[in-house]
């Protein structure tokens, strides 16, 4: 109610020409008061009415202006009042930190002093920023959690960390029960538990990412089964009207089953698509929580919640997303186009033909990567090395399937698609759809690589080498470790050493696969991209006497 009386105090000694309190104020003879230079301003502009600008009474000569000593002192006391009052926001509610200083009604805490510890309103607070031994003090965002930061045992705040418990403990802690444990300070516990938050964030978002382009995936695939289907329909349509009332009988009942089946088939991805929908939300949650867990300057807050929100449920879709060619109902179409030039009896006899090839229709996915080497070589390609693109010291044989990095110059002839300080050689073979290949390698060490044909050939930076640019994908091999390389970034892997690597493309899908070849086939390292051109095979030798040989498989 005092707050209340304020406001109306203020409200009457405001001026009604400049809206703000009175300044200098002056009453005229019909009782109304302004700021002298507010109603001198008027006077100068109205001055032949002689009126008051509020309640418009007119004078037969221009009022005295004097100043009304009591308003000013009215005002005056106003404007210490309102200084001195603290706003309603500023005092601390049911849901807010309340300072632990302040007396009577508490004003709200704007820091929290993980040291002290105790919550400390702009006022109270003043002490840490000026006293030398409290500058040193840890200040967080106001926190009712502090309590929690207190050892129960030796009432010490806990700044430390047992690694064999998992738990905050305070110094006098690490002398007792948990002497001979290994122990870390908090700080130090919560920049490793950091680094595993932001790694898992990473998985996260990559995760919504490959998601993100299943969906687009799988509603261009709706599009695709739409436009086909209806271009079935329709092509279907007007050769059945060619032919007599059977045909025509036919016709429906091609169309009739051409939509169920489209209908089906729609109804199977859109059904997966939304189930990818709900993992994507779900994981923009999860990683919205470890965003606001990573901010929590409280480190012992930090730790006790980190467990709970950093576990990451298992993906309820697995496998990627693979795209069958786009044809659908064509075959539908073929086989009522071959049918048209029948007799009405063929027609009968060919029907069932008709029928049974719309439903063997199989829209959703390609069939996914094989599982065995014998299913790899199904689709082995022979491959051979383009002479025109190989660095001058690598010296080409076995029909040009096999090159070693030589100490001397092999004289080729000048070419504008030749390696000119890279150590590299491309296919000669551009590579679409589904292909397999396997490479030999002896030596220190070769890249085996995939790469679009305009990566650029001639000079020594990034955009020549393969894996260094967005241009290539490699697979660094040596004696003792296996590297991927994507634009310049690296990625250590870890398999079964191996003188033979096996390549899988599936290049409508967008996947590259690399595989450790021995007696078992090993998968080292999968992509899951969109391939914008065809792709040629790649291999980069990384010191003398290194040989790679495009294997012929059988």
Request: charged share 25%; net charge negative; hydrophobic share 30%.
């Amino acid at each position: 109610m005092a707050q209340k009386g304020v406001q109306l105090d203020r409200e009457t000694l405001c001026c009604s020409i400049c809206l703000d309190l009175l300044k200098d104020p002056v009453t005229i003879p019909c009782g109304h008061s302004y700021c002298m230079n507010c109603i001198k301003r008027f006077c100068n502009e109205d001055w032949k009415i002689h009126s008051c600008p509020q309640c418009r009474k007119t004078f037969t000569r221009r009022p005295v202006l004097e100043k009304n000593t009591i308003l000013a002192v009215l005002v005056e006391q106003l404007k210490t009042g309102l200084q001195a009052a603290p706003a309603d926001h500023c005092y601390a509610g049911p849901e807010d930190v309340a300072c632990d200083v302040c007396t009577g009604r508490k004003l709200k805490a704007t820091k929290s002093c993980l040291s002290c510890p105790a919550s400390y309103c702009e006022k109270h607070l003043q002490p840490h920023y000026d006293a030398a031994p409290l500058k040193k003090h840890k200040l967080v965002a106001p926190s009712k959690k502090l309590q929690e930061n207190i050892c129960s045992r030796h009432d010490e705040v806990m700044k430390i960390f047992c690694r064999t418990d998992q738990q905050s403990i305070c110094y006098r802690c690490t002398m007792d029960e948990h002497k001979g444990h290994e122990t870390v300070p908090a700080a130090a516990e919560r920049t490793e538990k950091q680094k595993e938050l932001e790694v898992r964030r990473l998985n996260i978002q990559q995760r919504i990412q490959d998601r993100e382009k299943d969906v687009k995936l799988l509603q261009q695939e709706v599009e695709a089964i739409n436009g086909s289907a209806d271009k079935a329909v329709e092509d279907s349509e007007k050769m059945f009207t060619e032919l007599i009332r059977l045909i025509q009988k036919r016709s429906s009942d091609v169309k009739q089953q051409v939509r169920s089946q489209q209908e089906t088939e729609v109804s199977r991805v859109k059904e997966l698509q939304e189930k990818l929908e709900q993992e994507i939300a779900e994981l923009k949650r999860k990683d919205a929580e470890l965003e606001q867990l990573s901010h929590t300057e409280d480190h012992n807050q930090f730790l006790h919640n980190y467990p709970s929100l950093s576990a990451l449920s298992e993906s309820t879709h697995s496998s990627s997303i693979n795209i069958g060619p786009l044809r659908y109902f064509e075959d539908v179409t073929a086989a009522v186009s071959e049918t048209r030039d029948k007799l009405q009896d063929i027609l009968r006899e060919e029907w069932t033909n008709i029928s049974l090839t719309v439903t063997e229709v199989d829209v959703l996915l390609s069939p996914s990567e094989p599982k065995t080497r014998a299913g790899f070589l199904q689709y082995s390609r022979e491959i051979t090395l383009d002479p025109n693109t190989a660095y001058r010291y690598l010296l080409l044989s076995e029909g040009n399937r096999e090159a070693a990095l030589m100490e001397q110059h092999q004289f080729q002839s000048d070419h504008p698609d030749r390696f000119t300080e890279w150590c590299q050689v491309l296919s000669r073979e551009s590579l679409t759809g589904r292909c397999y290949w396997e490479v030999e390698w002896s030596g220190e060490g070769v890249n085996v690589a995939v790469a679009y044909k305009d990566i650029r050939r001639a000079g020594s930076s990034n955009e020549c080498g393969f894996g260094f640019n967005d241009k290539s994908w490699s697979l660094c091999c040596e004696t003792n470790s296996y590297i991927f390389f994507y634009n310049k970034v690296q990625t250590v892997l870890s398999g079964p050493r191996s003188s033979r690597v096996g390549v899988y493309l599936d290049h409508r899908a967008g996947i590259l696969s690399f595989y450790s070849v021995s007696e078992t086939m090993t998968l080292l390292h999968r992509v899951q991209t969109t391939f914008t051109q065809p792709l040629y095979a790649g291999i980069c030798y990384l010191d003398y006497g290194a040989t790679a040989d495009l294997v012929k498989v059988k």
